[in-house]
C-alpha cells in the first residue's frame, strides 16, 4: 500500500477549503460538523509533510525557524536537496531505497540506514537501498505527531553549511492493509451542478479475522491494518451525507450488494464507495428551473446487485449435469428442476413457473434500487454481459462447450440468450432473473457479469432524463469429479500388451500366461454384459432402456479377440461400464460397449502389421517396449493405473432447451471427460462424444467409487 499523502495533502487542503465555501451538501448549508469518530482498527494516522520543496513558494510551516522543523508533523527540509523514499510503506523484507535529489550543488552525506544495506549508501551515490529487517512499532499511534510513521534523515551540504532532509516510512509487521477513498456528491449553488468531494469522517465497518472499523480523514482517505484472510468491507455511517456508501472499487475481490469482499490472504486490499445523498427539498424562492438544477445536482448512480442464488450461493455452479436428481421420473440427471411461487421468488416471478439450477448452469437475481426513493426501479433497461471464462483458449483444459446466458422464462418464444444481452426490462420489484449456462470444466474456472441499468427520471429529479447504474459480479464454475477409481493391468495382461506391440508381425504368438489371461478376459466381458443388461431391467420402470448384447465368443481366439480381451482388461482395472458411453444421448436401445470408447481404448491390433494401431493401451505398450524390451525376458510388474470421471456436459446456446429435466430436451449435449494416470509416468485424457447419460449412469453408480455428491 502507498499512501502518498504528502503529495496530495496540500491539493487537498485547498480543495477541501473551496469546498467548504462554495458548496453545500445535498443541497442544503453543511450542518455543524459532529464529533469524529474513532477507528477501533490499528491505522496510521497523517504522515509527516515537508515545508517546502525546491522551486515552490509553498511553505506550511507557518514560518517555523530554519532548519525545520524539529518537529514530529513536519519533515527536515533544506535548499540543498530533498531524499524521496519508496516504498513508504513497506513489508518485512522488502527493499526500501531512498533516492537523493540535489539543488544548488548540494552533496548528499548518507546516514547509516535502518536496515542492511543492499546497495548505494556510499558517499558518492545518489541512492541508498536497505532491507527492512525489522517492523515499526505496532499499532501505529495514529494520533501521535507524524501519524506513526518513522523518520529517516540524511545530510545535504553546500555553500551555507549544511542540513538535514527527510522522507517517512513505515515497516508493517505480518499483517495486511485494507485502504481506500470515500466520496460523496455536494451542490454548487452558483451553478446547480454536481460536486464529487471527499468525504471526512466516514465510517467504515470492516469484518473479518481482524474487525473493527476506519475512519476517513479530510481527503476521504481511510486504511487499516488487519490480519490475512478474508473481509467484508462497507460504509455504515458519514460527516454530511446520507445512505450507505456504493462500492465503486472492490481488489483483490467484488461487490456484493452494498460491501466489498476482498480477500487479503496474499495482498493488500481496495476498497472505495460513494456515497448519496437524499433528494434535498428546493428552496421555495426557486423558479422551476433552479429547482430542476438543484434537484439535479443531488442525483446518484442507481444501485445495480447481482445476486448468485444457487446452486451454490454467491459463488456460482458446478460443471455439467446433476446426478443427485430431483425428478426420479426423468432419470438420474438433469440441469434443472421446476419451481413456483404464488408471490415469486429468486428463481422466478409470480405465478411463474420457473427453472431452478442444480448443476451446470446459475441462477442469477438482478435488483434495481433507486438511490433518490430507495425504491425498486420497474421497467429499468437492462444489459447484462458475459467476461472471458479464464479457461477459454486452452485446449489443454479441455473445456466443454460455452458459457452463455438465457432470461428466465416459462415460455420458449421470450426467451432471449447469448453471451450479450440487451433491451432487457426489470419487473415491478425492480428484479430480473437470468440464468448462467457454464462449460463443462476439468479445473475451477471464473467469469464475470457485467450488469448495467438505466432509468428515465422526470425533470424535476435529473436534468438528463436518464438514471444508470452498473454492477459486476464474478461466478465461479467448479468441476464435478463423479468418480475415481485405483486399479491394476495384471503382469501377465502388460506382458501380453508388451508382446503385442513389440511385434508387429500377422498372428503374433502370445506366452502361455499372457494367452490365459486375455481368455480370461474375454468370458469376463461377456458376463460384464449380461450384468449390466439385469441392472438396466432392474431400474428400467418408466424409462424403457434396454442392452443389446454384441460380444461372441465363437470362433477361434484371433487378434481381433486379443483386442477384445485388452479393452476388457482396462475396464476392469478402472472399474468402468461401457454400456451408454455410445450416443445418442436418448436412445432406449443401449449398446452393452461403446464402439467410439473400445476405439480410445485400443484399436488397429487385427491389422497386417499394426498398421495405425493406437488408443491408450498402445501408448502404454509403447512404453513398456521401451523399459523393458519387446521379448518376454523378464516378468513384468502390473501396471497401476487411477482414472477419474468427470461430468462436462452443457447446454446449447443454439438450441437453450435443457430442462426441467432431462428426456425430451433437446439442448441437452452430454459428455463424460476421462482423466487416466499410469504409475508408470503417462497420463491420458478422453473426452466423449455426446453418450446415453440415464443407461451410463445407472449402470455405473452400483460400482465403488461414484459419488454424486456436490462439491
Known sequence: ???????????????????????????????????????????????????????????????????????????????????????????????????????????????????????????????????????????????????????????????????????????????RAISGMVLGMATNPKTGGTEVVPIDGAVVQIDGPSSGTAVTDSAGFYDALVDPGHYTVKVTGSGGQSGAGTPTACAPGSVIGSSCKLDVSGADGTANFQQCPSVPAPAPALDPLARAAAASSAQCPLKVFVKIVGPIANVGTRSGLALDNGLPDEGPVNFTIPTYSKTGSPFGAANEVAEQCESGCANLLVTVIDPQTQKPAAGAT???????????????????????????????????????????????????????????????????????????????ECTSGQEAGSATSKISVKPYLIYKHNGEITANEADALREIVGNPAIGDVLSAGAHKALVLELHALLHAELIGEAVLDAAEGPLGYAIVQVVDLAGAFSELKEQWALQKAFLTATGLEEAGLDGPPFQKQVPARSVIFDQAVLHGVPNAFHIAAGGFLWDLGKELVRRYGAKPKNQLPAQHVSIQAYEVSTCSDRSPDCGPGYLDQPGIVPRLCFFISWDIGLDQTLCTPPYNAVAWMTIQRTHPGFDPALP
Open 1 to 175: 500500500m502507498e499512501t502518498h499523502r504528502t503529495q496530495r495533502s496540500a491539493i487537498v487542503r485547498a480543495v477541501v477549503a473551496l469546498l467548504l465555501g462554495v458548496l453545500t451538501l445535498g443541497g442544503a448549508p453543511a450542518a455543524a460538523a459532529a464529533a469524529r469518530p474513532d477507528a477501533t482498527l490499528p491505522h496510521l494516522g497523517p504522515a509527516p509533510q515537508r515545508c517546502f520543496q525546491y522551486g515552490s513558494s509553498d511553505n506550511i510551516c507557518n514560518g517555523a525557524s530554519f532548519p525545520y522543523p524539529p518537529n514530529a508533523n513536519y519533515l527536515y527540509a533544506t535548499y540543498y536537496g530533498t531524499v524521496y523514499i519508496t516504498p513508504h510503506i513497506a513489508r518485512l523484507g522488502q527493499d526500501v531505497t531512498a533516492n537523493a535529489v540535489p539543488d544548488f550543488n548540494g552533496i548528499p552525506s548518507w546516514a547509516t540506514p535502518p536496515g542492511r544495506i543492499m546497495a548505494g549508501c556510499k558517499p558518492t551515490d545518489t541512492f541508498c537501498k536497505w532491507k527492512a529487517d525489522s517492523a515499526s512499532a505496532y499499532p501505529p499511534n495514529a494520533k501521535a505527531p507524524g501519524g506513526g510513521y518513522s523518520e529517516y534523515d540524511m545530510t545535504f551540504c553546500g555553500f551555507n553549511g549544511c542540513a538535514s532532509s527527510g522522507d517517512f516510512y513505515y515497516v508493517l509487521p505480518k499483517k
Open 382 to 460: 437492462i444489459e447484462a454481459k458475459l467476461g472471458q471464462i479464464d479457461t477459454a483458449g486452452s485446449p489443454n483444459l479441455h473445456q466443454q462447450g460455452i458459457q452463455f446466458l438465457c432470461t428466465q422464462s416459462a415460455d420458449p418464444t421470450t426467451r432471449q440468450c447469448g453471451t450479450d444481452l440487451t433491451g432487457l426490462t426489470t419487473d415491478s420489484g425492480g428484479q430480473l432473473r437470468l440464468i448462467y449456462w457454464a462449460p463443462g470444466e476439468l479445473v475451477s474456472a471464473h467469469t464475470d457479469i457485467d450488469v448495467s441499468a438505466t432509468a428515465t427520471c422526470s425533470a424535476t
